[in-house]
């Protein structure tokens, strides 16, 4: 038995573009979007002035991202959440093309190929696989959890492999993880069967761990538990993470005077920018951005739980899972509470890509709790 109702009345789509969306979660995206480019340039600008370019250059090209990922929230923001399904496979396809270009003439950076260039952009496929995820997921199990299903084994399940396998082979377990995971939890909550996941995950674990991690990918986890052992190579970027955040301490050093950014943090401004603002803010900065994605966890869940269709619930339970474990995976590595995973912090790290699909996936859940707002005003809640 599910654990959400189910009901979908297409008879009751409306347009909700004159309604209220939820501001609170608005309202923390804008903060963590203003945070993460104050933080960019912060710890971007040692960089590019050792590069020889404009030091405020990834602080612009970020602003593009989140420019052209505000014009897809207001337009996704206004277009009706179930008129999505019929976007949902071709947009996977889409997807699917794009990852399959990463691998014939994708850009490598650091041993990974993940990013291909249009031009003067470049992108990050993988980022569009987290909502094709989940509108393919929320599509077969809006009606029942049913796994042994022909047509959803074709619809949604082959192109999930298929996206997982590509992104696998780039390799990019973090995000083979976090698609995964979001996977697992809208199966749970459309009413799938927990012998089910447990079953397979005692099948899964092992096999990854004895027949699917690369040497790299095996090493990290001896790393992440003796770092010491290694201190100039492979536990360099753990160690000095964690003086980032020690020299932090409650108030930080000051905004623009990390030390740790100029020459000893790797990857500062992308998956350590955590802390870089442990450093320069403190505890008290780093609890900010915690409580600023609790938010946008609890008003997520909050619009699940008051969308009145099984198809909007399970779209903004993924949506809010994707984003928010994403976020709270970047501030565990940083933190060396898991290994490292190499996942930027939606709204926060630098990417073209990251922020433009964050923002788009916000922009996706305002529409949702749009037309709970409309349901509220003209009187037709049902009880959940």
């Not at 789509?13 to 995206?29: E, G, T």
């Not at 590069?51 to 990834?58: D, Q």
């Not at 612009?60 to 496979?89: D, E, P, W």
């Not at 992104?167 to 939890?185: D, E």
Request: proline share 4%; glycine share 10%; net charge positive.
């Amino acid at each position: 038995m599910s654990y959400l109702n189910r009901n979908i009345d297409d008879s009751k789509i409306m347009s909700p573009q004159n309604m209220q969306s939820d501001r609170p979660l608005f309202i923390a995206v804008i903060f963590l979007v203003v945070i993460g480019l104050m933080s960019i340039f912060s710890a971007s600008a040692p960089k590019c002035v050792e590069m020889g370019v404009n030091p405020a250059r990834f602080l612009i090209q970020q602003i593009f991202g989140v420019i052209v990922g505000i014009i897809g929230l207001r337009f996704l923001s206004n277009f009706h959440y179930k008129k999505l399904m019929a976007y949902t496979l071709p947009f996977a396809v889409f997807v699917i093309i794009m990852l399959i270009l990463v691998k014939v003439a994708g850009v490598t950076v650091n041993g990974a190929q993940r990013w291909i260039n249009l031009g003067p952009l470049s992108l990050q496929p993988s980022e569009f696989a987290k909502p094709a995820v989940v509108m393919l997921l929320a599509g077969v199990f809006y009606r029942d959890a049913a796994i042994w299903d022909n047509n959803k084994i074709v619809t949604a399940f082959v192109p999930i492999l298929i996206m997982v396998a590509l992104i696998f082979t780039q390799p990019n377990l973090s995000m083979v993880l976090l698609l995964l995971a979001t996977s697992v939890a809208i199966y749970i909550c459309a009413g799938g069967s927990w012998q089910l996941i447990i079953g397979g995950g005692a099948l899964m674990v092992p096999l990854l761990l004895l027949k699917g991690l690369k040497g790299y990918q095996s090493s990290r986890i001896t790393t992440w538990l003796h770092p010491e052992a290694d201190p100039l190579g492979a536990g360099y970027n753990i160690i000095q993470s964690l003086v980032a955040f020690a020299s932090g301490g409650l108030y930080g050093v000051g905004y623009g005077s990390s030390k740790q950014k100029l020459a000893w943090l790797p990857e500062a401004h992308t998956d350590f920018i955590f802390a870089v603002i442990g450093e320069e803010h403190g505890f008290i900065g780093c609890l900010l951005i915690i409580c600023l994605f609790w938010t946008i966890l609890q008003r997520g869940f909050i619009i699940a739980v008051k969308c009145q269709d099984m198809y909007g619930k399970l779209l903004a339970l993924g949506l809010t899972f994707s984003i928010c474990f994403q976020g709270f995976l970047n501030m565990w590595v940083a933190s060396s509470f898991v290994p490292a995973t190499g996942v930027p912090m939606p709204f926060i790290s630098y990417g073209g890509s990251s922020i433009m699909v964050s923002l788009w996936m916000i922009g996706i859940l305002l529409n949702i709790s749009k037309d709970n707002v409309k349901r509220v005003r003209f009187g037709n809640v049902r009880n959940i």
